[in-house]
């Protein structure tokens, strides 16, 4: 069964300041993700990550994906208010048909 | 293009009572799956359809949960007869085909926040 450990659990960010989010998952996958959830919303999709050494960058946000060591990070960078959220990752291998995700990140960010 | 929909938004009912949670894939999606987030854990797998077709229940607790997809379009997952245990957000995805294939996407719907008191 594929593992995926995603910490901290909760993040309390203060505005202007650099923070990371890791994903650890326990066994090859081909794809992994990131979403964000804001309350009562639908998880939306923020990068897809294919390769090892693929990074994506979307206005302050940052992923990474290091597929020997199973490790994404989501880096963020100057938080601002707006990017508080949950955030989660999840991963899937070729041919199957399920996500498995980590248990997220409630990110707040303060001034 | 509507996304998925998922209706209600937030169910509160009783031990032992019954609840019925309804999805709305996008339109043209055949594939639809359940997941589910207890207690602010991880999201988890509970099922995945191929029009009205279950694919794999593997994830679903225990038989006190159905989910039917008749006629291949919207799908009900029903709690019969609900405890506390089950509280927790219930999120749908759906997809035009098998994400497994690395070519399609999985679009979520907002999820339905069950409570059993």
């Known amino acids: 069964e594929l593992k995926v450990e995603q910490n901290p659990l909760f993040l309390s960010m203060q505005e202007g300041k650099n923070y990371t989010i890791y994903c650890n998952y326990s066994?090859?996958?081909?794809?992994l993700y990131w979403y964000r959830q804001d309350p009562g919303k639908s998880l939306e999709s923020l990068f897809v990550l294919l390769s090892n050494g693929a990074v994506k960058q979307e206005g302050r946000l940052m992923a990474s994906l290091d597929t020997k060591a199973r490790l994404s990070t989501l880096h963020i960078t100057a938080a601002v208010h707006d990017l508080s959220a949950t955030y989660f990752c999840a991963v899937i291998r070729s041919n199957d048909y399920k996500l498995s995700f980590g248990a997220g990140t409630t990110v707040t960010v303060r001034a | 293009e509507a996304g998925v929909t998922q209706f209600p938004s937030h169910s509160v009912i009783e031990k032992g009572q019954t609840v019925t949670l309804r999805c709305d894939p996008i339109s043209g999606h055949d594939n639809l799956y359940w997941y589910r987030r207890v207690m602010g854990k991880e999201i988890k797998f509970l099922l995945h359809f191929v029009k009205e077709s279950k694919q794999d229940e593997s994830g679903m607790p225990n038989n006190r949960f159905l989910a039917e997809r008749t006629g291949g379009t919207y799908s009900t997952l029903k709690v019969q007869p609900a405890e506390l245990e089950d509280s927790g957000v219930y999120f749908c995805a759906s997809s035009q085909g098998p994400i497994g294939s690395l070519v399609y996407e999985q679009y979520f719907g907002p999820g339905t926040r069950l409570t059993v008191t």
């Open positions: 066994t090859t996958s081909d794809r």
